[in-house]
């Protein structure tokens, strides 16, 4: 196997006494696409969160290609990289939240292009093509000029995808990214996100939509109180399960 694009080993995370992550470890292949399922504060969006630094884990590392996320090796000491480099690092693991988090005052293509011209220096003729394209890619183009007001969650949350692909990073997060849409504009969302899984994007998935799972991950991951309870082909966690605990799970969700 080529090398991992995300792996992870020993990941804990405390808040104050409160340990939410208890030791995972795990990898994630190129066009891997892993969907992630569990109880609610198992620890799914925590775990997300340290793929790209938006958490600091307690212990325990997390490398991007190779790359050690948010530390570097000195003197034979892991000592914690300068910030620059990790906002560096974080671009390159893309995430799209349950809550629209588009910039309020600018249009669809104003939050699409904004990233990439600040943190990147694209220039903005070259940021537009590239922002067209993505809005394009999902299916928003006529609607480029539009304030996120004037859009519905489905397309805010298009946007945001699009704008998350606008730094073309290496992988995406989804975390629970259509929990608060109506199903109607849940599966528009959901059909991007399968089309994206189709082009070979490495994706770590937080869902409740089983059907989602079910036709496109590669790999169900359960977690229970911050542990990796079981894992596996959706075919396989899905019609039998190895741990009761996760057919317990499954029977209150499928
Ligand atoms: P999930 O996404 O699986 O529902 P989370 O990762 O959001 O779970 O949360 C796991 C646990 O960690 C929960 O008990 C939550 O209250 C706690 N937690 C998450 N973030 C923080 C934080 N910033 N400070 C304190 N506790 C947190
Ligand atoms: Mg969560």
Not at 214 to 225: K, N, P, Y
Request: hydrophobic share 40%; net charge neutral; aromatic share 4%.
């Amino acid at each position: 196997m080529s090398e991992p694009i995300i792996r992870v080993e020993g990941l804990r995370k405390s808040f104050g006494p409160r340990e939410v992550l208890r030791g995972i470890d795990l990898e994630v292949a190129r066009g891997e696409v892993v969907v992630l399922i569990g109880p609610s504060g198992c620890g799914k969006s925590t775990l997300l969160r340290c793929l790209n630094y938006l958490e600091v884990p307690t212990q325990g590392r997390v490398w991007l290609r190779g790359e050690l996320l948010g530390r570097q090796e000195k003197d034979g000491r892991l000592v914690a990289r300068p910030e620059a480099e990790v906002d560096l690092q974080r671009t390159r693991v893309g995430m799209v939240f349950q809550r629209f988090n588009l910039f309020p005052h600018m249009t669809a293509l104003g939050n699409v292009i904004e990233a990439p011209m600040r943190v990147k220096g694209m220039p903005r003729a070259r940021a537009e093509a590239l922002g067209l394209r993505l809005l394009e890619r999902v299916e928003l183009l006529d609607r480029k000029d539009e304030y996120p007001v004037r859009l519905s969650g489905g397309q805010q949350q298009r946007v945001a995808i699009a704008r998350a692909m606008a730094m073309e990073p290496e992988v995406m997060l989804f975390d629970e990214a259509t929990s608060a849409l109506d199903p109607e504009l849940a599966d528009e969302v959901l059909q991007v996100m399968q089309g994206l899984a189709q082009e070979g994007m490495t994706m770590l998935v937080v869902t409740h939509e089983m059907g989602f799972a079910r036709e496109v991950a590669h790999r169900i991951i359960v977690l229970e109180e911050g542990r990796i309870l079981e894992q596996g082909p959706p075919s396989v966690v899905f019609t039998q399960p190895s741990q009761p605990r996760t057919r317990e799970f499954l029977r209150k969700v499928l």
